[in-house]
């Protein structure tokens, strides 16, 4: 996630883009080998796609089972991340705030339905774009463009000073890292609420 990976990145150093390159490595994985195929079967879920190959029972509570877990726990950050936000914004209570976020969920998913919530995850992509974008712009204007001068700042106010720069952080060996970024970059193509994207669009 765009906060996730940014914490990592400050907290583990370079291991930390092991993440950010291992996602950003999945998805030609998925638009040259998964995507058109899964596209073209017609199916509306994943759960559909699969049962079109095998037994319709067994493999609806399997990939019914599958998604929740990994769904159920992608919400709970969501609504954690999303509390914080609007406490710390708004000045509501934390509880509040998450029911309140939670309420605005289910109106625009039950009234909205697959194209609402399609759209608010192409308004998300564009402002998360957006405004990643207008953040490194500035932070490069800062240091006059210049790499040098970002990692000599980031050194002098990192408290792990230049042991930010050396790798380590995050993975202790060659087999971890390659380990990580392999789990990472096919295990994206297996993540439900990104291969539900593919079954939301016309062409």
Known sequence: ?????????????YDGLI???????GWPI???????????????????????????????????????????LYLIAQMVGAGKLIELLFGLNYHIAVVLVGVLMMMYVLFGGMLATTWVQIIKAVLLLFGASFMAFMVMKHVGFSFNNLFSEAMAVHPKGVDIMKPGGLVKDPISALSLGLGLMFGT???PHI???????SD
Request: include cysteine.
């Open 189 to 191: 193509a297996g993540l």
């Open 30 to 72: 998925i638009l040259f080998l998964i995507a058109e195929r899964l596209r073209n079967l017609g199916r509306y879920t994943f759960a559909d796609v699969a049962s079109y190959r095998l037994k319709q029972g067994p493999i609806r509570i399997l990939s019914a089972c599958g998604s929740l877990v990994v769904v159920a």
């Open 1 to 13: 996630s765009f906060l996730g990976i940014s914490a990592l990145v400050f907290t583990s150093g």
């Open 195 to 201: 291969l539900m994207r593919f079954f939301t669009v």
């Open 19 to 25: 993440y950010s390159l291992g996602f950003l490595v």
